[in-house]
């Protein structure tokens, strides 16, 4: 990786995902040989806080992937979305840290941010209240497996946001189906994703391509 990072100056994606030797080492060696780097993902890398600080010498950086790293603290994330004004994309999934307070500083320092993705964070409806309060271009917003999202962050971010399109709510069991429905007639412009959600979607797009449970059976 030091290697690559010192022979590619004009590099501007890279994706490693599951790649249990790249480490700390790596992310410096590729934030400082890179500047030109605007898609980078290190999922389910063993990089840590120590590693990904170093992201905010990439001022074109546009999408960043850390899902699932070995370590990843508040703060870093923070520092990384302060100074790398074109972050576009920030998927955090499965990192069990990120709490409230990072994603309000997010919605507030993320300038040019559209896609926020949260699934399984230690996050709860402060979270949500927060981007629909502070960010004005979050389009997508997953928070699937978030257990302290309840009824009233779904509600809130839907009536606060004026930029909000996608709204992940999949095994966030305190949501109810009643209120999602509510939701879905009260503001048709957002997609909100549940498994009934989804189902009722999936079953709508086939009867619109002309399947029919008659037609199925005889088949």
């Known amino acids: 990786m030091v290697a690559l990072a010192k022979g590619c100056p004009k590099l501007q994606r890279l994706y490693l995902q599951e790649n249990k030797q790249v480490t700390d080492r790596s992310v410096q060696a590729v934030a400082e040989h ?28 546009s999408v960043l992937d850390l899902r699932h790293i070995s370590e990843l603290n508040n703060e870093t994330v923070m520092e990384v979305v302060r100074q790398c004004r074109n972050l576009s994309s920030l998927n955090l999934c499965l990192n069990w840290s990120i709490n409230d307070r990072c994603v309000e500083i997010i919605a507030k320092e993320g300038r040019s941010l559209k896609e926020l993705y949260l699934v399984s964070c230690k996050i709860t409806d402060h979270a949500l209240i927060a981007i629909g309060q502070y960010s004005s271009t979050i389009e997508t917003v997953d928070a699937g497996w978030c257990k302290d999202i309840t009824d009233q962050g779904a509600t809130q971010i839907a009536q606060s946001s004026k930029s909000l399109r996608y709204l992940g709510l999949m095994r966030c069991d305190k949501v109810s189906e009643e209120t999602v429905e509510r939701l879905v007639v009260q503001y048709p412009h957002i997609v909100f994703s549940t498994v009934m959600q989804d189902c009722k979607r999936t079953l709508e797009r086939a009867y619109q391509m002309g399947w029919s449970p008659n037609t199925s059976n005889a088949s």
């Not at 063993?46 to 905010?56: A, E």
């Open 34 to 61: 890179c500047p030109e780097l605007q898609f980078v993902g290190f999922m389910g890398c063993p990089v840590t806080s120590q590693g990904v600080i170093h992201l905010t010498a990439l001022r074109n950086l």
